[in-house]
């Protein structure tokens, strides 16, 4: 009986010294390595790739934003926003690029809702860039599946161009080079398609203008 005690009470401490053994490596010394390396090795990106604007902070590289006008009564909630002419506009959010509210609506493709609203928002961005609905590509009408993609197609940038230039009194050269210089091709030469992030397209848009 007191073997047996003995047995049981040897094999609890080797078990609870193992778990203080691994909680310190697991728990505090591994993630404290990592960290260190990602602040050493990559700040930015392991702080959100945070986009600063003369020390002020205007957004992340990873999480789209709304380019709206401002309300004329910003008291009132239910007042529908407005894209704003003189930015690049990012693809349909389902949540309004909400960090805290991610996914998308959820509907199918053949559900009538999701249909309908496609078509009315291929329509309302053909009339806002001033171009045929046929040219109007995909990224245009659908959001992603994060709802805070922060990415267009270069094709949706290209019918924004005419807009934009007329918006901002630049020619549509300058802006198309802006776009071309902001293009990002595929990840490793062969993942995902060409991008092109708003929010620095954006960024560099302003510095133009302001020439």
Avoid: C
Wanted: no cysteine; charged share 20%; hydrophobic share 40%.
């Amino acid at each position: 009986m007191n073997n047996s005690v003995a047995n049981t009470g040897r094999l609890a401490w080797a078990a609870l010294r193992m778990l203080l053994v691994l909680t310190v490596v697991t728990g505090i010394l591994y993630p404290l390595a990592v960290t260190g390396v990602a602040q050493g090795l990559f700040h930015d990106k392991a702080n959100g790739s945070i986009v600063k604007v003369e020390g002020e902070e205007v957004g992340s590289e990873l999480i789209g934003q709304t380019w709206d006008l401002p309300k004329k009564n910003p008291e009132d909630g239910n007042e529908a926003a407005r894209p704003d002419p003189k930015w690049f506009q990012p693809r349909p959010s389902n949540s309004g690029y909400d960090p805290l509210s991610t996914g998308s609506n959820q509907l199918g493709a053949s559900d009538p809702t999701l249909t309908e609203l496609v078509g009315d928002t291929k329509k309302s961005v053909a009339a806002f860039n001033g171009v045929p609905e046929s040219e109007v590509p995909k990224d245009a009408v659908t959001g992603s599946a994060s709802a805070i993609d922060p990415h267009i197609s270069p094709e949706y940038a290209e019918i924004q161009i005419k807009r934009v230039a007329q918006a901002n009194g630049l020619t549509e050269h300058q802006v198309a080079k802006l776009v071309e210089d902001h293009t990002e091709g595929r990840t490793a030469g062969f993942l995902g398609q060409p991008h092109i992030n708003v929010l620095t397209l954006n960024l560099a848009l302003k510095d133009l203008a302001a020439r």
